[in-house]
T-cell receptor, first 115, second 117 residues
Framework: AQSVSQHNHHVILSEAASLELGCNYS??????LFWYVQYPGQHLQLLLK??????LVKGIKGFEAEFIKSKFSFNLRKPSVQWSDTAEYFC?????????????FGSGTQLTVLP | GAVVSQHPSRVICKSGTSVKIECRSL??????MFWYRQFPKQSLMLMAT?????????EQGVEKDKFLINHASLTLSTLTVTSAHPEDSSFYIC?????????????FGSGTRLTVV
């Protein structure tokens, strides 16, 4: 069955540190990839998405992610985090199977940035 | 960890009928439930936030009378698509805040693929 894995449950960084959050999926077919952020008390917001084309995707707030098909990965990166980046980050994958599309979320990574 | 059970996972209904989608928090109480919808080739869109014992808060542009949300208990929130039309065909997913004392964050249901024919 298709699945999405985020192995880091909680990441704690100091301001200005670099960030990389892992996301792996298991599926051999066509996928669409998303990273969402959820700030405390708020709903999900889209950071970036990949459908096709350049596998290096740039999103809002200085985030980027790279789709590496051979590794089934879509890791999220930011060169220098800020305290305001403290939030929960979700990787999500749409798996295409025929005419059906199933969106599956990873379990999320809680990022805490210390001032 | 926290689990949100969402049913059904897939449903096909005729135009004009109503469909109910349930999200249950297993082993924890969810006073809040977020309901999202995903259009093809787009990201999730927040439809509404349900709160146990009070009226749901709908996002701008979401028809309250069409998408009925009920949060009658601390473990169950439902979304009913009334008089469904083909344009309501979409992927619907719910999310609840994790319970206190455990891992911070939110847990998602497995989603419901609705097809209106």
């Amino acid at each position: 069955a298709q699945s999405v894995s985020q192995h880091n449950h909680h990441v704690i960084l100091s301001e200005a540190a670099s960030l990389e959050l892992g996301c792996n999926y298991s599926y051999g077919g066509t996928v669409n990839l998303f990273w969402y952020v959820q700030y405390p008390g708020q709903h999900l917001q889209l950071l970036l998405k990949y459908f096709s084309g350049d596998p290096l995707v740039k999103g809002i707030k200085g985030f980027e992610a790279e789709f590496i098909k051979s590794k089934f990965s879509f890791n999220l990166r930011k060169p220098s985090v800020q305290w305001s980046d403290t939030a929960e980050y979700f990787c999500a994958v749409t798996f295409s199977s025929g005419s059906a599309r199933q969106l599956t979320f990873g379990s999320g990574t809680q990022l805490t940035v210390l001032p | 960890g926290a689990v949100v059970s969402q049913h059904p996972s897939r449903v096909i209904c005729k135009s004009g009928t109503s469909v109910k989608i349930e999200c249950r928090s297993l082993d924890f109480q969810a006073t809040t439930m977020f309901w999202y919808r995903q259009f093809p080739k787009q990201s999730l869109m927040l439809m509404a936030t349900s709160n146990e014992g009070s009226k749901a808060t709908y996002e701008q542009g979401v028809e309250k009378d069409k998408f009925l949300i009920n949060h009658a208990s601390l473990t169950l929130s439902t979304l009913t698509v009334t008089s469904a039309h083909p344009e309501d065909s979409s992927f619907y997913i719910c999310s609840a805040p994790n319970p206190p004392g455990g891992r911070k964050g939110y847990t998602f249901g497995s989603g419901t693929r609705l097809t209106v024919v």
